[in-house]
């Protein structure tokens, strides 16, 4: 059964700081991951999607990248702003097609 | 106006009474999902449908059923609610092909208190 892991499961960081979070998968048959937003009160906004086939994806300051062969993603946050401030959540679909495999989050705080 | 909407945003009810939840979403996808967030577990999933006439069953279906009433509505039901089932309830659509997982859209959630 995939199972997947995100540390830390807080972060609090000052304004302008580089950060990296961390994914980890314990299945490496996966057909994608993906990174999501989510803020409080509000659901989930897709960040970056990378294919098994691809190691990275880039969207503005954001910069995920996919090790399949060792059940691994980052996710890396360049000039960390207050805005930025939310949970981030990785997924990984399955290799049957259609469903999600969600870890359980890390909470960014982005001090100013 | 937002492509995933959920209705209610917020219930509270008692234990033994039925609940609908309700999902529709004008992005034209043929995929609905229903999941569950509970604090520290992340989110976890309840059923998905794949078009109309396709209904699976999720990580989590026991005690939940669903109704896909047509491509763009996906309702899940609580048929005896108990205090368990407290938990943010979200609908996700994707537009999907055969065999491969697509960006999933979510809704904004239905908060659910069961007393």
């Known amino acids: 059964k995939q199972e997947v892991t995100q540390i830390p499961a807080a972060l609090s960081v000052p304004e302008g700081e580089n950060l990296v979070l961390n994914c980890s998968f314990t299945?490496?048959?996966?057909?994608?991951l993906q990174w999501f937003r989510q803020d409080p009160g509000k659901g989930l906004t897709s960040l970056l999607l990378?294919?098994?086939?691809?190691r990275e994806q880039t969207s503005g300051r954001l910069n995920a990248s996919l090790d399949k062969s060792s059940g691994r993603s980052t996710l890396y946050i360049a000039a960390s702003q207050p805005g930025d401030s939310a949970t981030y959540l990785c997924?990984?679909?399955?290799?049957?097609?259609?469903?999600?495999?969600f870890g359980q989050g890390t909470e960014l705080s982005v001090k100013p | 106006d937002a492509d995933v909407t959920q209705t209610p945003r917020n219930r509270i009810t008692k234990t033994g009474k039925r609940i609908m939840l309700e999902c529709s979403q004008t992005?034209?996808?043929?995929?609905m999902y229903w999941y569950r967030q509970d604090p520290g577990l992340g989110l976890r999933l309840i059923y998905y449908?794949?078009?109309?006439?396709?209904?699976n069953k999720g990580e989590i279906s026991d005690g939940y059923s669903v109704s896909r009433q047509a491509q763009a509505k996906f309702s899940l039901s609580l048929e005896s609610a108990i205090p368990n089932q407290t938990a943010l309830y979200f609908c996700?659509?994707?537009?999907?092909?055969?065999?491969?997982?697509?960006?999933?859209?979510f809704g904004p959630g239905t908060r659910l208190t069961v007393l």
């Open positions: 996700a659509t994707s537009a999907g092909t055969s065999g491969r997982t697509d960006t999933q859209y």
């Open positions: 992005k034209g996808h043929d995929r």
């Open positions: 299945d490496s048959a996966i057909y994608n």
């Open positions: 990378i294919q098994s086939s691809q």
């Open positions: 449908s794949f078009d109309v006439k396709d209904i």
């Open positions: 997924a990984v679909g399955d290799n049957q097609g259609g469903k999600l495999i």
